[in-house]
């Protein structure tokens, strides 16, 4: 029963500097899984919403399914998280607190149930996302020298 990575996204760790993650679950209709499972989904411009004690994702773009009969199917529904009472508090107190922002890392499947790391990430300056991308491209260099 292990973890089977579906999408990460690439542009958080370049914008945000992530201070915590937390794992949820989300509420799906019909056959959004089965589109889950095909990598039709897009969490790129996705982020997340406490509203009234509950967490929900917004922008999340699951393809309809090719085989579906649902007619009235929308892709980028705003889709319940599954978090502890406790977690949407902490979350929501640090987000105050702080000013941070809470965004969508990965999306993938443990078990048969599809799952969402988020995590509590403070942005980043123009400075600090040039420094990430020398530190990028040193390693590559490196890795080039090393094969």
């Given at each position: 029963m292990g973890e089977h990575l579906i999408v990460k996204s690439k542009r958080v760790f370049f914008d945000y500097e992530i201070l915590e993650?937390?794992?949820a679950g989300l509420v799906l209709e019909g056959p959004e899984i089965k589109s889950i499972r095909n990598k039709d989904v897009s969490i790129n411009e996705a982020f997340i919403l406490i509203r009234k004690g509950e967490a929900f994702i917004l922008n999340m773009n699951i393809k309809k399914y090719e085989y579906s009969t649902n007619?009235?199917?929308?892709e980028?529904?705003?889709?319940k998280l599954l978090l502890n009472k406790k977690e949407i508090t902490k979350m929501l107190k640090r987000v105050k607190l702080e000013n941070l922002t809470i965004v969508p890392i990965r999306l993938y499947l443990k078990g048969n149930y599809a799952k969402l790391e988020i995590g509590l990430a403070k942005g980043k300056k123009t400075v600090d996302k040039r420094e990430t991308i020398?530190?990028?491209?040193?390693?590559?260099?490196?890795?080039k020298i090393n094969k």
């Amino acid at each position: 029963m292990g973890e089977h990575l579906i999408v990460k996204s690439k542009r958080v760790f370049f914008d945000y500097e992530i201070l915590e993650t937390f794992e949820a679950g989300l509420v799906l209709e019909g056959p959004e899984i089965k589109s889950i499972r095909n990598k039709d989904v897009s969490i790129n411009e996705a982020f997340i919403l406490i509203r009234k004690g509950e967490a929900f994702i917004l922008n999340m773009n699951i393809k309809k399914y090719e085989y579906s009969t649902n007619i009235h199917f929308d892709e980028v529904r705003n889709r319940k998280l599954l978090l502890n009472k406790k977690e949407i508090t902490k979350m929501l107190k640090r987000v105050k607190l702080e000013n941070l922002t809470i965004v969508p890392i990965r999306l993938y499947l443990k078990g048969n149930y599809a799952k969402l790391e988020i995590g509590l990430a403070k942005g980043k300056k123009t400075v600090d996302k040039r420094e990430t991308i020398k530190k990028r491209d040193i390693e590559r260099r490196l890795n080039k020298i090393n094969k």
